[in-house]
């Protein structure tokens, strides 16, 4: 009797330290739709074989973050520059295709 007695409260007694198994945790289903494209004026381009990658929204946290627009060298010949774009409520970033 006394080691049953002895058992309950030990159990008892170290339940009392352990740590809480609730876990509650709230998400959302991925980004709004981004704010409207910023107008500006298209700088000259620095020379030939350059490419336009306009400027774009993208995801930065729980915000959206401005990327301005730039002239850059495409990675490899007759590629072209696919602009972000959000879908589906979904956001897809901006890549280089043939």
Do not use: E, N, Q
């Not at 339940?15 to 876990?23: E, H, I, K, R, T």
């Not at 627009?69 to 972000?84: D, K, Q, T």
């Amino acid at each position: 009797m006394k080691t049953k007695l002895l058992a309950a409260v030990l159990l008892a007694g170290s339940s009392l330290f352990a740590a809480p198994g609730v876990f509650v945790g709230v998400g959302v289903g991925g980004y709004g739709p981004p704010p409207p494209v910023v107008a500006y004026a298209l700088p000259p381009s620095p020379g030939p074989g350059y490419a336009w990658v306009g400027g774009y929204w993208y995801p930065a946290g729980a915000r959206y973050a401005w990327h301005a627009g730039y002239w850059a060298r495409p990675p490899y010949s007759h590629a072209y520059w696919v602009a972000p774009r959000y879908y589906g409520h979904r956001y897809y970033p901006g890549r280089w295709r043939r």
